[in-house]
């Protein structure tokens, strides 16, 4: 990360990474629907730590949820300091994407098929988040 991504702290501004973990998120859902997806939701942006001014900035994504058109998209956030090869964990976050077709109306995704447990417990609280999400949308 350079300069022009620094805040007035010095450091990576907060806007600059959930950017890049938008487009990491929309990516891996992109791959798993084979079609364009716009982001719906982002649950929540925690910054546990700073990314600094030449940190290399590594984003994991991967899908933790599939319903019949969404998709819930786990971002891990880590910055690794190139002079010294320290890595810091700086976030996770989930975000919400709707696949479309190209008339831009939702379209069908393929489902999710867990195969360890981690993955599976980790498709259990994307389905608690995904009906708490459905029911604030409702009320």
Same mark, same amino acid.
């Given at each position: 990360? +350079?300069?022009?991504? /620094?805040?007035?702290? +010095?450091?990576?501004?907060?806007?600059?990474?959930?950017?890049?973990?938008?487009?990491?998120?929309?990516? =891996?859902?992109?791959?798993? /629907?084979?079609?364009?997806?716009?982001?719906?939701?982002?649950?929540?942006? &925690?910054? !546990?730590?700073?990314?600094?001014? +030449?940190?290399?900035?590594?984003?994991?994504?991967?899908?933790? @949820?599939? +319903?019949?058109?969404?998709?819930? /998209?786990?971002?891990?956030?880590? =910055?690794?300091?190139?002079?010294? *090869?320290?890595? &810091?964990?700086?976030?996770?976050? @989930?975000?919400? @994407?709707?696949?479309?077709?190209? =008339? *831009?109306?939702? &379209?069908?995704?393929?489902?999710?098929?867990?195969?360890?447990?981690?993955?599976?417990?980790?498709?259990? #609280?994307? #389905? !608690?988040?995904?009906?708490?999400?459905? =029911?604030?949308?409702?009320?």
């Amino acid at each position: 990360m +350079g300069p022009e991504h /620094a805040n007035l702290h +010095g450091n990576v501004h907060g806007g600059w990474l959930m950017k890049l973990v938008d487009e990491a998120g929309a990516l =891996a859902s992109i791959r798993h /629907a084979r079609s364009n997806v716009l982001t719906v939701a982002i649950d929540n942006m &925690t910054f !546990q730590e700073p990314v600094h001014i +030449g940190d290399l900035v590594m984003l994991k994504a991967e899908l933790t @949820y599939v +319903g019949r058109t969404s998709m819930e /998209a786990r971002v891990e956030v880590t =910055a690794e300091n190139p002079v010294t *090869g320290e890595h &810091t964990h700086t976030n996770t976050a @989930y975000l919400v @994407y709707v696949a479309i077709d190209q =008339a *831009g109306r939702p &379209t069908p995704v393929p489902p999710l098929l867990p195969e360890t447990d981690l993955e599976r417990d980790r498709m259990e #609280r994307a #389905r !608690q988040r995904q009906v708490e999400r459905l =029911a604030r949308r409702t009320k």
